[in-house]
């Protein structure tokens, strides 16, 4: 990339992420709170979403570890404390999604049945304590013992958010309804059906194309390796700062190395290599794998839950199969192969490419050695990202290597359902901004931090500014 390109894109990264911060200069980040799903106040996802503040903590935390501080402390406050299913509130779960009683969106939806904060998401709470691994690692466990007051209005600190957010987990679970995994059903008719990332209606399938009964629970593969690191995270944390022990951390890895025998042994389809998207729990009782080769299945990699030998061959045939030119697009993964049952190049989450995705599997890559893969993934999002001239929440997933957004709305009687088949990506994603950023310092191409904070002014570096990523 030109250092003139690379400036131009350093000062657009600079503008977006102060309009998340809702800071004026970039080094406060993380002053105002967590960083917001959207940039733009008109935009639809300009508010507090769990997972998508989670993700971009993760991303900014080497040079902006404010902003992880204050998503950890924000999500612990609002923290679910009691049961109650018009907002699928369960004690110990992280939010999905926050707004103001006044903000017009909540004022629908609320109207449809739904409470804020809305906590329909299986993903927050596992990413939660991942999140808190990674801070307590470079800035100690210290943290833990950090004061809040929780909704309850009880003082509390992070370790016990923490232990909450793990009974959270281990009780899911030990339910005998979802087979041991970390499982999905929604609590109301009107809640979000997918509660992960791809959370649209049709995002999750089978190999026949029909939908997931979804007064089931059903079990997402990526979320799988989520809870795994989640369990260990958790066994670690307590172990150097115990403080009341409500767990043993000895059986925390245990429980933790259970869930990785049932991945690899349930979930693995070895004639697609690849793992199922989802186990779904049946009307028998009995576990049915969503033989869809999809994109979620990559984020394994990123995860411990592939480490050890026992996971070497599923390991290295992940890592051949994500790469596979039906999953790999102009701009990077497509969140389904082209051989998909439901696969439209321009659908939210069955054939867009996300580079938020496509950059949790380019981290994976990279963790197992496989980094000319991976780099070729950043350059990937990042020309799709400088073509754009901005950093959209998905682009499409064009069959012939094309990189394009949606520039229409298209909707259609799917399954008897209003369905939305298509529609424009939002303009100024955050988790695509700060994966951009993610990318430009692995690259070499931003200034070191300075302490804890980024200076005020960002610079190119005078020297000349690599176009490409070294291999």
């Known amino acids: 990339m030109p250092a003139s390109t690379l400036a131009l894109t350093v000062t657009a990264l600079e503008r977006v992420l102060c309009d998340l911060g809702r800071v004026e200069r970039l080094q406060d980040l993380g002053t105002n709170g967590p960083l917001l799903a959207s ?15 989670i993700r971009m903590a993760m991303d900014l935390l080497s040079d902006f570890p404010a902003v992880t501080r204050s998503t950890l402390l924000a999500l612990a406050q609002l923290q679910g404390v009691t049961h109650i299913p018009r907002g699928e509130e369960e004690p ?47 800035f100690g466990t ?34 005998p309804i979802g087979g041991g995994y970390l499982w999905v059903r929604r609590a109301m008719p009107h809640g979000i059906p ?15 194309g029909s939908l997931f009964d979804f007064t089931r629970p ?47 042994e349930d979930c693995w389809q070895a004639d697609l290599g690849t793992f199922a998207q989802a186990m779904t729990v049946e009307s ?35 890592v051949a199969r ?38 949790v599997i380019a981290d994976g890559l990279r963790r197992h050695g496989e980094f000319r893969a991976a780099n070729d993934l950043d350059r990937r999002t990042l020309a799709a990202c400088q073509r754009s001239g901005g950093f959209p929440e998905f682009f499409r997933g064009d069959a012939d290597g094309s990189v394009a957004v949606n520039t229409q709305t298209v909707d259609a ?40 904070t980024m200076a005020s002014t960002v610079y190119t570096k005078k020297s000349e500014v690599r176009s490409q990523i070294s291999e």
């Open 218 to 264: 059903y079990a997402p593969i990526a979320v799988q390796g989520y809870a795994y690191d989640a369990l260990l995270t958790g066994a670690n944390l307590l172990e150097r700062a115990p403080g009341a022990l409500a767990f043993d951390p000895e059986w925390l890895r245990r429980r933790a190395a259970h869930l990785q025998t049932l991945v690899l």
């Open 39 to 53: 940039a733009g106040a008109d935009s639809l996802f300009h508010c507090l979403f769990g997972r998508d503040s």
């Open 413 to 452: 009687i799917v399954d008897g359902v209003p369905n939305r088949l298509e529609q424009p990506p939002q303009i100024e994603q955050g988790w695509t901004a700060t994966r951009v950023w993610r990318i430009l310092r692995v690259q070499g191409a931003l200034p070191a931090a300075l302490g804890t």
């Open 194 to 208: 997918n509660q992960v990332w791809e959370d649209s209606l049709d995002s999750h399938c089978h190999a026949d």
């Open 322 to 359: 994500v790469v596979e030119p039906d999953l790999v697009a102009g701009a990077g993964i497509r969140t389904k192969s082209t051989a998909a049952p439901r696969f439209r190049p321009g659908a939210y989450h069955n054939g867009s490419v996300w580079p938020m995705d496509t950059g």
């Open 92 to 138: 110990g779960r992280i939010l999905h999604e926050f707004r103001a009683p006044d903000d017009p969106h909540a004022v629908q939806l609320s109207a449809l049945g739904w409470d804020f904060p809305y906590f329909g998401a299986v993903d927050t709470t596992p990413q939660w304590i991942n999140l808190l691994g990674a801070y307590c690692a470079r």
């Open 284 to 318: 028998d009782g009995q576990l049915k794998p969503a033989r869809v080769v999809a994109s979620s299945a990559g984020h394994l990699l990123a995860s411990g839950i592939l480490d050890g030998s026992a996971a070497t061959n599923h390991r290295k045939r992940l």
């Open 142 to 175: 210290s943290f833990l013992d950090e004061p809040l007051t929780d909704r309850s209005w009880r003082a509390i600190t992070v370790r016990d958010s923490l232990l909450a957010a793990l009974v959270w987990i281990v009780r899911r679970m030990d339910d």
